[in-house]
């Protein structure tokens, strides 16, 4: 009997989202990425705009890390036009994926028959099917539009919501969501990568009521105009707050402390480690799950996708005994 591979729904945007899907694909998961629509900036916002379509770029981006295709293909997939007035900033998948919602009539269809082409392990699912806006409440009243502008906020975030605000999930983002196993909420940019994709009733309904474990990967650093001075059970209880529902049931988070010259790096940018307040989180009940998860590349703090990927492995393998036993 062919053993029943573990589905993994991971949930988020950004370059967290794409850097661990390089991890888990190394695995046998059935791995579904729901990624977020709200981008509005770049070549991404451009294509939105001019075309009415959701932005591409966060999606390109993890069918990139999906893709088992040659380095040079991804390369050219990933490559962005610098030298035209027209092409600029532009990347070679963000006009690919235009040109086939524009033949297909359908974003989602686009995004898989791409996934063909690049030869995707697994689904890739946009949060939503159609163009949103992002907007961003502070706390002093004000309110921001679109998704590249809400990081210039004067003030913290109070809330954040989409509009239009009646979107509709796919199907397919909330039956992968009710058959998973683990459901992977991060890591990534809590208001505009994260909770964008929550925001979208269905999903965020659906990943409530399900049955497979909600775990939320811990951000490395805290992030200027979005999150200064969070905790982690700042960003879970962030969460909880948007979906109007407690659901996360572990966090993982990165055991070793980093090199004092990276803190001060980021001190430059008004960032700094997220605070890892255990007592608290015990307290809301939160499964606490520390690993080495975290490197540092060309100077910046990433997570590491490969200690990640080992350790939801053996985790998943140990579950299972568990339950067998």
């Known amino acids: 009997m062919k ?4 589905r993994i729904v991971v949930i988020g945007g950004g370059t967290g989202l794409s850097t ?3 991890g888990l ?3 046998p998961f059935d791995i579904t990425a729901i990624v977020t629509v709200a981008d509005d900036g770049g070549s991404s916002g451009r294509l939105r705009d001019d075309y009415d379509i959701p932005p591409p770029g966060d999606v390109r981006n993890v069918i990139a890390a999906l893709s088992d295709v040659e380095p040079l293909v991804e390369q050219m997939f990933q490559f962005r036009f610098s030298q035209s007035n027209d092409l600029g900033g532009h990347s070679l998948g963000n006009l690919m994926l235009t ?5 297909t009539g359908d974003f989602n269809h686009a995004i898989a028959e791409m996934s063909k082409v690049l030869n995707v392990h697994g689904k890739v699912i946009p949060a939503a099917n159609k163009k949103v806006t992002l907007h961003a409440e ?11 502008k809400v990081p210039s906020g004067k003030a913290p975030i109070k809330r954040v919501f989409l509009e239009p605000s009646n979107l509709k999930p796919l199907p397919a983002a909330v039956h992968a969501i009710e058959r998973a196993d683990y459901i992977l909420i991060g890591p990534g940019s809590l208001y505009t990568s994260i909770i964008p994709n929550l925001l979208v009733k269905g ?3 659906a990943v409530v009521k399900a049955k497979g474990e909600k ?3 811990a951000n490395l650093m805290t992030q200027k105009g979005e999150t200064i001075h969070y905790s982690v059970s700042q960003h879970i209880e962030a969460i909880h707050e948007h979906v109007g529902e407690a659901f996360i049931e572990s966090v993982l988070f990165n055991e070793k402390d980093l090199p004092s010259a990276i803190y ?21 009940g939160v499964k606490l799950i520390k690993k080495e998860i975290a490197l540092i590349h060309k100077g910046t703090v990433r997570h590491d996708a490969k200690n990640l990927a080992d350790w939801l492995f053996e985790y998943a393998a140990q579950k299972q005994q568990t339950l067998q036993s």
């Open 3 to 6: 053993k029943k591979k573990t």
């Open 20 to 22: 661990i899907l390089r």
């Open 25 to 27: 694909k190394q695995y």
């Open 99 to 103: 040109a086939l919602t524009e033949i």
């Open 138 to 148: 502070l706390i002093d009243g004000t309110t921001i539009v679109g998704e590249s």
């Open 203 to 205: 999903i965020g309904q």
């Open 215 to 217: 775990i939320y990967i």
């Open 264 to 284: 001060a790096q980021y001190r430059e940018e008004n960032a700094e480690p997220v605070y890892f307040d255990e007592e608290k989180l015990q307290q809301m």
